[in-house]
């Protein structure tokens, strides 16, 4: 047993697991700064009061029974949801809060539990990826709460004029697709909040047929659509303390009350010199880039190789989701390019990473942090002369844009194993 620990990659993953703790103790401290509860406490409170998000706790749950076999897969599913009638019951009688998914968080962590002691060996690395990879998704969202309010408190002031005057040289995309979505009606706009808030599910259900094989071949592939939600997840909220943006609704709507510039959106777009605007010190500073765009990016990406369902899946998602981003009022095209931009450029170097660097993956990454950061710079420096030269710098970004997709398409084909014909011998001539 000890010797399994000594293994390189076993010391990895538990530097890994370390600096995840880490990040999250410090969350924690963070937010116990502002007089909020943290990530941890967030999550612990999940095993006995409503969870946020049951979907995402069966989500979470459904990814963790990607190492199970049938027979233990039906028993804990089976115990999530009988876990969560009980609960459901209690509520009701008590007149709490209803919502589902203790059930779920009890099975994955009493499968924690389990393999820490009734496993050894590979079964047992191999249950406690499984459990890691279910409580890392769930961890995700609590921290990225915890990110959020961080960003409001520490950036009073935003960059939202910035980004709505360089937003003049894609045609204001964002007050477009507000009236549009405003003539759809409620169906229209439920449809949409409904995928803009199941994304993480959507990146299960995608990620479970990746991971199909992981109970009989009892090893994870060597890359796969977690790991960019992940570490998608994990640097976004950077770029929010470097260019704080809280969105259209917000900076030119009726959402953002007296702090807003006017209400404009999505009736009439700014025309005002760009400048820093103070803003509450409530509204996450959450729009560069768009995390949104980039995590249903790499759901489009990944669904390319699986059943046609799952391929309009993924294409409706990524149309939805840019629909709603824009049609709410939550982000300006600028973001959404910049959102695609970072996935793609985070995808490759994950793909760079398992399949072994070289030239070709060293050039993607490069060439797509380039233009993330070209983006970020004209963006904040060039914002008058974008809205000034739109026939100019409108193409200019959008050809950005797709040099990155182009790139990262033409680079990833050539990764692809080339398949070699059999070899089949010539016919012989009869001989008479």
Same mark, same amino acid.
């Given at each position: 047993?000890? !010797? ?26 963070? !937010? ?56 459901? @019951? ?139 939600? @992940? ?28 702090? !807003? ?19 509450? @010190? ?151």
């Amino acid at each position: 047993m000890f !010797a399994a620990w000594r293994q390189p990659r076993a010391i990895l993953w538990t530097a890994a697991g370390m600096v995840v703790l880490g990040c999250l103790i410090l969350l924690e401290i963070a !937010a116990r700064h502002y007089g909020q509860p943290g990530p941890i406490t967030n999550q612990a409170r999940e095993v006995i009061f409503a969870p946020k998000s049951g979907p995402l706790l069966y989500a979470s749950m459904a990814l963790m029974m990607v190492v199970l076999t049938w027979r233990q897969r039906l028993i804990a599913a089976g115990a999530a949801v009988g876990i969560d009638v009980v609960f459901f @019951l209690v509520r009701w009688a008590v007149d709490a809060k209803m919502m589902f998914g203790n059930g779920a968080l009890w099975v994955i962590l009493a499968y924690a539990v389990i393999a820490l002691t009734r496993r050894s060996g590979r079964e047992r690395v191999l249950l406690l990826k499984g459990v890691g990879l279910a409580l890392l998704l769930v961890a995700g969202r609590k921290t990225g709460d915890t990110w959020l309010l961080i960003t409001s408190k520490t950036r009073p002031a935003v960059l939202d004029q910035y980004v709505a005057t360089a937003d003049h040289a894609l045609g204001d995309p964002s007050w477009l697709a507000g009236r549009i979505v405003r003539a759809t009606g409620p169906v229209g706009a439920h449809v949409l909040d409904y995928v803009y808030i199941q994304l993480a599910v959507a990146a299960v259900i995608v990620a479970l047929y990746q991971l199909r094989h992981v109970a009989v071949e009892r090893r994870f592939p060597d890359h796969h659509l977690v790991r960019t939600f @992940l570490v998608i997840g994990l640097l976004g909220p950077a770029f929010y303390m470097i260019f704080p943006v809280v969105g259209p609704i917000f900076a030119y709507g009726t959402d953002g009350g007296h702090w !807003a510039v006017a209400d404009l959106w999505p009736g009439t777009p700014p025309t005002n010199a760009p400048q820093h605007m103070p803003f509450d @010190l409530i509204t996450p500073r959450n729009c560069m880039p768009s995390l949104h765009t980039a995590w249903a990016t790499t759901i489009f990406v990944h669904s390319r190789r699986a059943p046609r369902p799952l391929r309009i899946g993924g294409t409706f998602w990524l149309i939805a989701t840019l629909g709603a981003t824009l049609g709410f009022g939550y982000h300006y095209g600028t973001d959404l390019i910049a959102g695609v931009v970072f996935a793609l450029t985070i995808e490759a170097a994950l793909r760079s990473h398992a399949r072994g660097w070289d030239r070709s993956g060293l050039q993607l990454v490069a060439h797509g942090g380039t233009v993330f950061t070209a983006l970020l710079v004209s963006y904040r420096y060039l914002p008058t002369e974008m809205a000034g030269h739109p026939w100019v710098f409108g193409p200019l970004l959008i050809l950005a844009m797709l040099s990155v997709i182009h790139g990262y398409v033409r680079t990833t084909r050539l990764w692809e194993p080339k398949t070699v014909p059999a070899w089949r011998p010539e016919p012989q001539p009869e001989l008479v």
